[in-house]
């Protein structure tokens, strides 16, 4: 199994730029989420997702969509990038619903280290 | 104030030391994750629990709900123990708020030879 992966794993935009980070994974996981990781905070959740069809907003969502078609895969799309939004993203997925015993362990993606100028 | 605060923000240990990262939390919870961020960004999970203690290897986790803290033990550490260590928490119900977590800024732990 390969886990969760991320692709790209640098990007430098320029302001006003769209691009899409990709994250799949291939454990079966229901839940699915995009953190961004800025110095001096924690990791802040931008969305996420508990199955197929089914998105919503984490704690920073603004300038950022996600959509899940599949189980596998659950794509970040940047609108139109500010420099606000240098950070590294990672992506993380696990079990849905937990199980009784909560031992539901996030999995994370290696990263995604964005640049926008 | 965050809701996650850990301490200490940085710690520096001789190999062999016991090594001790506090996290408190001021909302309910009803989980507690502890992550270890490796000097390359790769971020694993450790421990996830909801109430007393769990052990893996020469790591051990605690968690007291009355007193909203969890502490993460290292017995015997070894430089390769040096990571980022994050603590997350899942507020509320798990079945009403879904897998928000909220995480503490990390404790940067270096253990020399």
């Known amino acids: 199994n390969a886990g969760v992966t991320q692709t790209p794993k640098f990007q430098v935009l320029k302001t006003g730029q769209s691009m899409t980070l990709q994250c799949a994974q291939d454990?079966?996981?229901?839940?699915m989420s995009w953190y961004r990781q800025d110095p001096g905070m924690g990791l802040r959740l931008i969305h996420y997702?508990?199955?197929?069809?089914?998105?919503d907003q984490g704690e920073v969502p603004n300038g950022y969509n996600v959509s899940r078609s599949t189980t596998e895969d659950f794509p970040l799309r940047l609108l139109s990038a500010a420099p606000s939004q240098t950070s590294v993203y990672f992506c993380a997925s696990s079990n849905w619903p937990p199980t009784s015993s909560y031992n539901s362990p996030l999995h994370f993606g290696n990263g995604t280290r964005l640049t926008v100028t | 104030k965050n809701e996650v605060e850990q301490s200490p923000q940085n710690l520096t240990a001789q190999e062999g030391e016991f090594i001790t990262i506090n996290c408190s939390y001021s909302?309910?919870?009803?989980?507690l994750h502890w992550l270890q961020q490796h000097p390359g960004g790769g971020i694993v999970s450790l421990f996830m629990l909801s109430s007393g203690k769990k052990k893996h290897g020469r790591l051990i986790a605690t968690i007291n709900i009355q007193e909203k803290h969890s502490s993460l033990h290292i017995t015997a550490s070894h430089p390769r123990d040096s990571a980022v260590y994050i603590c997350a928490a899942k507020k509320g119900e798990w079945e009403t708020s879904g897998s928000r977590l909220t995480f503490g800024e990390g404790t940067q732990l270096t253990v020399n030879p």
């Open positions: 454990m079966n996981h229901e839940y």
């Open positions: 909302v309910g919870i009803s989980a």
């Open positions: 997702s508990v199955g197929a069809g089914i998105t």
